[in-house]
Antibody, heavy 121, light 111 residues
Framework: QVQLVESGGGVVQPGGSLRLSCATS????????MHWVRQAPGKGLEWVAF????????YYADSVRGRFTISRDDSKNTLYLQMNNLRAEDTAVYYC??????????????WGKGTTVTVSS | DVVMTQSPLSLPVTPGEPASMSCRSR???????????LNWYLQKPGQSPQLLIY???NRASGVPDRFSGSGSGTEFTLKISRVEAEDVGVYYC????????FGQGTKLEIK
């Protein structure tokens, strides 16, 4: 079955970096666009980033642009989120999600269980 | 950014009774291809979100037919014909016509 498994979360100091991974299985990753979505404690969902199936375009929320980088390695069936210059407000559960489309936003039809990032001194 | 507004924020419902919630967008979500790029998700307690309705009115695979989505342009509605205990959680609408954005969520609870 289609599965997404996030990893790489943890506790990091403000200004630090983390790289999240999302291992995929049950579908051909190279055919689909992929997202990262986050949820701060007790808050709603916030879209973070999207990467096209061919990695030719990436899109970011204003809150993370210039600090976060989404990437993919289809040979490893893995999606990544490199997070630099982390701030307290980046504390959240980070979900990876598969889009139904390959090249643009459509709808996220599969979600992982999430990995928790805590930014604190 | 496209701002999404959901109402009500809290929805207490008696099991077996219907429920309805609203999602409004400041901009039309109707694409030139005829689809409304409005999707509904349910996040059950302690779980990740799951897709309920996509492109305005299409039920996702495995979603019971008591769930239905309707609307066009800037106003959308999610209806549950007969609420069951397993339906508790937070319902989010999300637009994907532009960079995706979510509503604040409607928390459905059982009376």
């Amino acid at each position: 079955q289609v599965q997404l498994v996030e990893s790489g979360g943890g506790v990091v100091q403000p200004g630090g970096s983390l790289r999240l991974s999302c291992a995929t299985s049950g579908f051909t990753l190279r055919n689909f666009g992929m997202h990262w979505v986050r949820q701060a404690p007790g808050k709603g969902l916030e879209w973070v980033a999207f990467i096209r199936y061919d990695a030719k375009n990436e899109y970011y929320a204003d809150s993370v642009r210039g600090r976060f980088t989404i990437s993919r390695d289809d040979s490893k069936n893995t999606l990544y989120l490199q997070m630099n210059n982390l701030r307290a407000e980046d504390t959240a559960v980070y979900y990876c999600a598969k889009d139904q489309s390959s090249w643009t936003y459509s709808y996220m039809d599969v979600w992982g269980k999430g990995t928790t990032v805590t930014v604190s001194s | 950014d496209v701002v999404m507004t959901q109402s009500p924020l809290s929805l207490p419902v008696t099991p077996g009774e219907p429920a309805s919630m609203s999602c409004r967008s400041r901009q039309s979500l109707l694409h030139s291809n005829g689809y409304n790029y409005l999707n509904w998700y349910l996040q059950k307690p302690g779980q990740s979100p799951q897709l309920l309705i996509y492109l305005g009115s299409n039920r996702a695979s495995g979603v019971p037919d008591r769930f239905s989505g309707s609307g066009s342009g800037t106003e959308f509605t999610l209806k549950i014909s007969r609420v069951e205990a397993e339906d508790v959680g937070v319902y989010y609408c999300m637009q994907s016509l532009q960079t995706p954005s979510f509503g604040q969520g409607t928390k459905l609870e059982i009376k």
